[in-house]
């Protein structure tokens, strides 16, 4: 939306009427263009993108009916309203059949004009954000998927609450899956802008030639294929966030026109003489060094510091295997509401599997692993034999005892025994020394000389 009441134009052969009208809604700070013919408007229509067209019914040459029908193919997301002194219910049924979104009678009453496309552009704004709620709702994304324990994520979630309130740019660097976009989406959670669409956007999952129009829009005819005239995200991030993931990923041409969108608030859809304002806050993430990247000049180094005005690093998850556990319970009671389990947790065995993974794939492949062996297992505790098999193998654990012989096999089924008895009566150890069949004071030796 350019400007944050809306563009308007205003389509009436009486010059009185339409100048008037005119200044009305300039009063109401909205940025209005008009035009005297239908024709006229067309050619507008074609240079330009306006969220709501007011047009007079009876005109010379083309009516307002023919607009109306020109339009839609022109610019189907633009909002449309009718006006005319000759009223029918004939003249109402066919220009709501035709796309009108209201229908007025004039002489106009201001007052109801205004509220009339007032509300056409709420209702637009809803279904926008009607389209992106079930994501939202679904991700869940917010301060509590920031799970850690280490003193670096209480710094990272110091940063977010520092950067969340300003329009700066952001730029999040780390490895894939490490958890980019949950800083991102804390950030917009955190913002002014949290009532706002929250836009994400893959710059690598696009093909180059589309990724252009999806992000900046595009006229009806800019291209073969190009059937209608289409914003692009940005314009219908309208206040919110745009959140640009793998942005190292841009071809060398859309940085130019990154850069212009940072500097000017402005973006130029593909087709387009006249630029079209945004208000959006742009957040991005990477995986690349961005620094060689400059070096070997495939990224812009202007657009790095456009970029980069505010920088958070998301460490891998090897690096900060202390917040395994943490993340594991999270994600555990995470999976129990989508797939209506009642995990308690893993066990000690999983746990060491987990602990000791490499983690290539940081956060996401822990989830991954989780959710798999929430399905495969059938306990209250997930235990190493519900991990995917790679996972052991790749951990560098076996399944078997510590060793072959007899007392290191006793040991070890020992231990477990008796730690599978102290988990499923939540650690009672006068219950589990009454189920053991041994004293209270043998237990807790067993348990020191075990290890448990």
């Not at 944050?4 to 909205?30: C, I, K, N, P, T």
């Not at 998301?314 to 993340?327: C, G, K």
Request: with cysteine.
């Amino acid at each position: 939306m350019v400007g944050m009441s809306g563009h308007v134009l205003v389509v009436d052969d009486e010059g009185a009427s339409r100048e008037s009208l005119v200044d009305v809604l300039v009063e109401e700070d909205f940025e209005v263009a008009s035009a005297s013919s239908g024709e006229e408007a067309l050619e507008t229509l074609k240079n330009a993108e306006f969220d709501l067209i007011l047009t007079d019914l009876r005109m010379p040459g083309m009516d307002g009916i023919a607009l109306l029908r020109e339009a839609r193919k022109l610019c189907p997301q633009t909002l449309l309203i009718l006006m005319t002194a000759y009223a029918s219910v004939e003249t109402a049924v066919e220009a709501l059949h035709q796309g009108a979104h209201d229908y007025m009678i004039k002489p106009l009453v201001y007052e109801d004009v205004l509220a009339k496309i007032r509300r056409l552009l709420e209702r637009r704004e809803l279904a926008w954000q009607i389209q992106y709620l079930r994501r939202e709702v679904e991700s869940r994304y917010d301060f509590e998927n920031l799970v850690g324990d280490r003193k670096v994520m209480r710094e990272i979630v110091g940063l977010i609450r520092k950067v969340a309130p300003t329009n700066s740019t952001v730029l999040i660097t780390g490895e894939s899956g490490a958890g980019k976009e949950v800083v991102a989406r804390a950030i917009h959670r955190e913002s002014e802008r949290s009532d706002r669409i929250f836009l994400p956007v893959n710059c690598g999952a696009i093909p180059e030639e589309l990724l252009e129009s999806q992000l900046f829009g595009h006229l009806r005819g800019a291209f073969t294929g190009a059937v209608a005239t289409q914003e692009g995200l940005f314009q219908r991030a309208r206040g919110g966030t745009i959140f640009l993931d793998e942005v190292g990923e841009l071809p060398l041409a859309l940085q130019v026109k990154l850069l212009r969108a940072i500097e000017e608030k402005e973006v130029l859809p593909i087709g387009a003489t006249n630029p079209v304002k945004v208000d959006i806050r742009i957040v991005a993430a990477t995986n690349r060094e961005l620094e060689q990247s400059i070096q070997e000049g495939s990224f812009r180094e202007d657009l790095y510091y456009r970029l980069n005005v505010f920088g958070i690093a998301i460490p891998p998850l090897r690096e900060r295997r202390e917040d395994i556990p943490s993340l594991v319970e999270f994600l555990v009671n995470r999976h129990n509401i989508d797939m209506n389990k009642h995990f308690r947790g893993v066990d000690n065995g999983a746990m060491k599997v987990l602990m000791k993974m490499p983690w290539k794939g940081n956060i996401r492949e822990l989830d991954n692993v989780i959710e798999h062996a929430m399905i495969v297992g059938d306990g209250e505790w997930i235990t190493s034999n519900d991990l995917p098999g790679r996972i052991s193998a790749q951990a560098g654990i076996e399944n078997a005892f510590a060793g072959d012989d007899l007392k290191s096999a006793m040991r070890f089924y020992e231990r477990n025994h008796m730690i599978n008895v102290l988990k499923r009566i939540d650690g009672d150890k006068k219950r589990a020394s009454e189920l053991l069949g041994i004293s209270l004071s043998s237990l807790y030796r067993k348990i020191e000389e075990l290890g448990i």
